[in-house]
């Protein structure tokens, strides 16, 4: 049966004080905040019912540093963004966990940076829409909306690559937003565009260029 999509929710306010990301600080999760002009982190404003970033700076998520986004964030990470034509709070939390373990077993045990080729082969990117309530319905989603799918065999078991378990549970996370300094533009503007349809080539493979 077709599913149905309907309006998006508002976004929920942030929870994201200057005394909990001084936490996310001192557990070394965000880079300090040195620059008195440009700091490294910014908290949401009171009146900032939805993100209102400042010039150079994008929308993150506390449970994006919690799950692997680095600190400062590795240029893979925006090839990533780039390459979906995603802005970073379409991630899921997940698919931060996913990129970062892949990193990680290409620098750790590979010896080589991150392999482009070798990640769009394991991957291909899913569009998540929230539940409605309703059957067949389901809601457009402002964040959180893009997840990294392991390749599957004919088993429906990977068969390329080592399994990572990843949490079920993000209540909670969609109002822990915050700003975070976009050094060298490494990640697309923020617009806060709603993704409406998964583009072909979230498909696995390498695209072809021109």
Request: net charge neutral.
């Amino acid at each position: 049966m077709p599913v149905r999509l309907i309006a998006v929710d508002d976004w929920r306010p942030s929870s994201m004080t200057e005394h909990r990301l001084l936490e996310l600080e001192r557990e070394g999760l965000l880079r300090p905040r040195v620059s008195s002009s440009r700091p490294e982190w910014i908290a949401p404003a009171a009146d900032h019912r939805e993100p209102r970033p400042p010039k150079g700076y994008v929308v993150s998520f506390a449970k994006f540093h919690r799950h692997g986004l680095g600190s400062p964030p590795s240029r893979f990470m925006g090839a990533l963004c780039h390459h979906y034509v995603v802005e970073l709070q379409h991630f899921s939390p997940n698919a931060i966990t996913t990129a970062a373990v892949f990193a990680a077993v290409c620098e750790g045990y590979l010896r080589m940076m991150p392999h482009w080729d070798l990640c769009l082969h394991l991957y291909r990117g899913e569009l998540f829409n929230a539940p409605s309530g309703t059957i067949g319905v389901r809601k457009l989603v402002r964040a959180d909306c893009l997840n990294l799918v392991l390749k599957t065999g004919k088993a429906e078991e990977p068969r390329e690559y080592i399994l990572v378990g990843l949490t079920s549970n993000h209540a909670g996370s969609d109002s822990q937003w915050f700003y975070l300094r976009n050094d060298d533009d490494l990640f697309p503007d923020y617009t806060g565009r709603l993704i409406l349809e998964r583009p072909d080539h979230w498909n696995y493979g390498v695209v072809d260029g021109p």
